[in-house]
């Protein structure tokens, strides 16, 4: 796969004699004095376009990159501010050789030191790009972590040593090197240093899901299998949770990003059922009567009444099911309120003469030969 990001195929040096190296540019400035004057007049206008044009984004990037907007614009001011100046004359240069008809040492240097220039250049622009996303993101104005802020500076180390490499293997596949090998070695290497630190590389990379994705953030309460805990601190190998109970728990962050995580964070509505049976001798108008009675009830304690109603005969009791919402964020305030529903809803029952059932079991004796022996049900009243 070929790396070329130059204008052109890249021109190898081809080293003549001293005397021909030096009389073949001064032959070429006598003869071609002309176009290279207008050559040089028209690079002077390009780099001048060029500065305009970083001026005009820089202003631009500055003034949306204010407050309440930023984001992606805070990134490009970080990143315009990053162009050189002797990358932007290198390129006006490399722009209008090729209409002076130079010589080949001279063509091979100027093609040379652009393709230095430019490699140099967009690594300069990936950095201040990398490096801009991660300083937002590790704000703690704008919600940011504290682990990416612990770890800015060995992701920084990352980002540099693989920039370098890239630039160095780009700089030399644009001078015609074969980089094959180059490339080959560096692949087995990074296989190799994987393999030995794949543990660390495991929490690491884990550890930069949680800081970019933010499936939970610190002080945010959470439950990932081993009951509700909250977030205390975020780090590159484990996080640390303290459990409601009191205890400290520390998982690594692959094993936590392993499970499923279930979030409290941002609550403003939970939902609560209660079931409540009456006994059998509550009447059909009785029982009819009761979704009403929930709804006053549950209305007067300021939750919100969802659905209440009769689901089944159950073996002592007529079951109901009964639905609410408690619109609120604390989970302390929303318990209260629970337990303010159940209370009144208990109460009321009692004031309007419907008796909550419980398990109860009736045996009937008889003699050896079949016969109902006291007490007994009659058909004028309950058993004697």
């Known amino acids: 796969m070929s ?11 081809r080293f003549d004699t001293p005397s021909e190296m030096l009389d073949l540019p001064t032959h070429w400035v006598a003869e071609n004095w002309t176009a290279i004057l207008l050559a040089a007049s028209f ?8 500065e305009g044009l970083r001026w005009i984004a ?28 002797i990358f932007l004359a290198v390129a006006a240069v490399r722009l209008v050789i090729t209409y002076t008809e130079p010589p080949h040492h001279v ?19 990936l950095r201040a790009a990398i490096f801009g996303f991660m300083e937002r993101q590790a704000d703690p104005s704008l919600g940011g972590n504290e682990a990416l802020a612990n770890a800015s500076g060995l992701i920084g180390a990352l980002v540099n040593g693989a920039l370098i490499v890239v630039a160095l293997v780009v700089i030399l596949d644009n001078l015609g090197v074969n980089v094959t090998g180059l490339i080959a070695g560096l692949g087995i290497g990074g296989i190799a240093i994987g393999l030995a630190a794949q543990g660390i590389f495991s929490d690491l990379f884990a ?41 400290r728990l520390i998982v690594s962050n692959a094993q936590l990003l392993g499970k499923e ?4 964070a941002g609550i403003t509505r939970r939902r609560f059922t209660f079931t409540i049976g ?13 979704p009403d009675i929930v709804r006053a009830v549950v209305e007067g304690e300021g939750a919100q009444f969802v659905r209440a109603g009769f689901t089944g005969f159950g073996p002592s009791s007529l079951d109901f099911e ?21 209370i009144a809803l208990f109460r009321r029952l009692q004031e309007v003469g419907l008796s909550l059932a419980y398990p109860t079991q009736t045996t009937f004796t008889a003699d050896p030969e079949g016969r109902m022996i006291m007490p007994y049900p009659t058909g004028n009243g309950p058993a004697r």
């Open 322 to 342: 009964i639905q609410f919402d408690v619109l609120d964020s604390d989970m302390n305030a929303v318990q209260v309120k629970r337990h303010g529903v159940g």
């Open 58 to 85: 820089l202003a631009l990037a500055r003034h949306f990159s204010k407050p309440p907007r930023g984001g992606a614009f805070t990134i490009l001011r970080r990143v315009v501010q990053k162009t050189s100046h």
């Open 3 to 13: 790396l070329m990001i130059a204008l052109a195929p890249p021109v190898p040096f």
């Open 107 to 125: 063509f091979a240097t100027v093609h040379f030191v652009f393709t230095i220039a430019a490699v140099l250049q967009a690594a300069r622009w």
């Open 278 to 290: 009456l006994i059998y001798q509550t009447t059909p108008e009785q029982a009819a009567s009761l």
């Open 207 to 247: 550890s930069l899901s949680i800081i970019f994705d933010r499936p939970f953030r610190v002080g945010e309460t959470i439950d990932f299998g081993k009951g509700a805990a909250v977030v205390e601190r975020i780090g590159l190998k484990s996080t640390r949770l303290r459990a409601v109970t009191g205890e």
């Open 43 to 50: 690079g002077a206008v390009i780099f001048l376009l060029f």
């Open 261 to 264: 995580i279930v979030s409290y």
